[in-house]
């Protein structure tokens, strides 16, 4: 019965190197989003999955960000090359529904703090 | 793009006292709208969601009013117990495409609320 969760919970980066943070969905979730929170500000949506196929990547805001869920379950976030701009909470949600009924039924998980230097 | 507005960006009141906060949206063409609750290093939990076609919604201490054709909507709490301290954080789905896009939601910059005791 455990929620979403994600890893690392903090991450301090040095501007240009890369970086990986990972959401595991609640089991069986077939729907998955990743969204962006800058501080003070609500989350921005960033991309969603359902199962394995990135459905909408539109939100992602340059090419240095990365994302995928190869086996339908855990999801990787991948930044390359970051910067300070990119230093923000990244949050990820689960669905149990697929398109139509999504919005009504999203779990957060308590997101990845990623500070650029 | 949908602009959603929340005023005010922080308030603080005595234990017992009513809240009232506002969320404002440029674009009244909606598929629902969502208030959700974040706790400091916590995900978002959803706490109330109205259809486009409904006025409002209630869940006990809490009330939520959807105004679609003058973009508002408002989330009462009563009798404030200090429990209820958190960013709250409304968000709206778009109708444009019909339901396949609603997960795709527009978020406010939060009200942060601390109740006192």
């Known amino acids: 019965g455990a929620g979403v969760s994600q890893s690392p919970r903090y991450k301090v980066a040095k501007r240009g190197q890369d970086v990986a943070l990972r959401c595991d969905p609640i089991?069986?979730?077939?729907?998955l989003f990743w969204y962006q929170q800058a501080l003070g500000q609500g989350p921005e949506f960033l991309t969603y999955?359902?199962?394995?196929?990135?459905?909408?990547k539109s939100g992602l805001p340059s090419d240095r960000f990365f994302a995928e869920r190869p086996e339908g379950s855990v999801s990787t976030l991948k930044i390359q090359r970051t910067q300070q701009e990119d230093s923000a909470v990244y949050l990820c949600?689960?669905?149990?529904?697929?398109?139509?009924?999504?919005?009504?039924?999203?779990?957060f998980g308590p997101g990845t703090r990623l500070l650029v230097l | 793009k949908q602009e959603v507005t929340q005023i005010p960006a922080a308030l603080s009141v005595p234990e017992g006292e009513n809240l009232v906060l506002n969320c404002s949206f440029t674009?009244?063409?909606?598929?629902?709208l969502q208030w959700f609750r974040q706790d400091p290093g916590k995900g978002l939990t959803s706490l109330l969601l109205?259809?486009?076609?409904?006025r409002e919604q209630t869940s006990g201490r809490l009330n939520a009013s959807l105004d679609k054709s003058s973009g508002r909507s408002t989330l009462y709490i009563a009798a404030s117990q200090p429990g209820d301290s958190a960013t709250y954080l409304c968000?709206?789905?778009?109708?444009?495409?019909?339901?396949?896009?609603?997960?795709?939601?527009?978020f406010g910059a939060g009200t942060t609320v601390t109740v006192r005791a």
């Open positions: 949600a689960s669905s149990p529904n697929r398109q139509g009924r999504v919005s009504e039924t999203q779990y």
């Open positions: 089991s069986g979730h077939v729907s």
């Open positions: 999955f359902q199962n394995e196929a990135q459905l909408d």
């Open positions: 674009d009244s063409a909606i598929y629902n």
């Open positions: 109205i259809q486009s076609s409904q």
């Open positions: 968000a709206v789905s778009p109708q444009e495409g019909g339901l396949v896009n609603d997960y795709k939601l527009s």
